[in-house]
């Protein structure tokens, strides 16, 4: 079992966000989290991530449990928000900064992301003359340079045009078929049902499969 999330809950201010959420994520394929805004998807995939202290329950990557605020059991490619970017940094020394966090830069990867979204040409551009598009590709592509094992996502394809959205599904494909866990948290399910391997359903809190 990749990641396992058990009994979670998370309440702010005596308010259920998260209600005794329990699944299961394996590797190699693609799990689609569908929901409107504000049902909790972006704050389970916090919870994942250990951007949170959870009320009760826990998670659990590789077997081992995932702690508030501290490193994660493995490298994990996500968005989640807003993209944190430099915007007067280019994207490129963007890139190596995040990359360096982990000792772990693979120039012909992240080339190879660059120019699969478009975005070769504007490398040495700075991140603040980005359209919300742009921002959006030069995400993914933090998300997946660092060849993350696990990859969650946060309505990944906001701002973006028909063709880079079809571009990024066939992208999550590959990295499926690579033998990686992806986690999409979107309210376009028509774009997930293309690519989906397991659907889970969010309102008000609880997660259901199916």
């Given at each position: 079992m990749h990641v396992a999330i058990n009994h979670l809950s998370k309440i702010i201010k005596h308010k259920p966000i998260l209600r005794d959420v329990n699944a299961q994520f394996e590797h190699g394929a693609i799990y689609g989290i569908v929901g409107p805004n504000g049902s909790g998807k972006t704050m389970l995939l916090r919870a994942i991530c250990g951007f949170i202290r959870p009320t009760t329950g826990q998670v659990l990557i590789n077997s081992q449990p995932v702690e508030f605020n501290r490193r994660l059991p493995e490298a994990v490619g996500i968005i989640i928000e807003e993209p944190g970017f430099l915007p007067y940094e280019t994207a490129m020394d963007n890139l190596q900064y995040l990359a360096g966090i982990?000792?772990?830069?693979?120039?012909?990867?992240?080339?190879?992301?660059?120019?699969?979204?478009?975005?070769?040409?504007?490398?040495?551009?700075?991140?603040?003359?980005?359209?919300?598009?742009?921002?959006?590709?030069?995400?993914?592509?933090?998300?997946?340079?660092?060849?993350?094992?696990?990859?969650?996502?946060?309505?990944?394809?906001?701002?973006?045009?028909?063709?880079?959205?079809?571009?990024?599904?066939?992208?999550?494909?590959?990295?499926r078929d690579k033998g990686n866990t992806v986690v999409i948290a979107s309210h376009h399910s028509d774009e997930l049902q293309q690519i989906a391997d397991h659907f889970y359903h969010m309102a008000d809190g609880m997660l259901t499969e199916g």
């Open positions: 982990n000792h772990d830069f693979d120039a012909a990867e992240t080339d190879r992301l660059l120019t699969l979204f478009g975005l070769k040409s504007h490398e040495r551009e700075k991140v603040k003359s980005y359209s919300l598009g742009m921002r959006q590709k030069l995400a993914i592509v933090q998300a997946l340079m660092e060849h993350q094992r696990l990859i969650l996502l946060d309505e990944p394809t906001n701002g973006l045009d028909e063709h880079s959205v079809q571009v990024f599904l066939e992208e999550m494909t590959r990295q």
